[in-house]
């Protein structure tokens, strides 16, 4: 790599590094919000919902074409975080 690409390299890796800190900050308060939800479920079964699921994704999928985003990086980003929810639902979930 030649040392202007280097450059240029590190300079788009310190935007990424910002980027990254802001999603960490998003991910607390989607984290806020869950534990929000999770103290409304009163059963286990509550906490999979499919159809909620199908229609996130669906939306996603959406919006993400029409801001020209390829809907399958989207999608694997929205499953895990999804599926990743869910398992700390799981491992939170009190039965009242």
Partial sequence: MSPKNKKKLNLIRVKLDK???????????RTFLVKEVLKLKEFKKEIVDK????????KIKDKSKKLNIDPKITNRIWKNMIWSYIDYERRNFKKK
């Fill in 51 to 58: 159809k909620r699921i199908n229609f996130i994704l669906n």
């Fill in 19 to 29: 980027l990254d800190n802001k999603l960490l900050d998003l991910i607390k308060y």
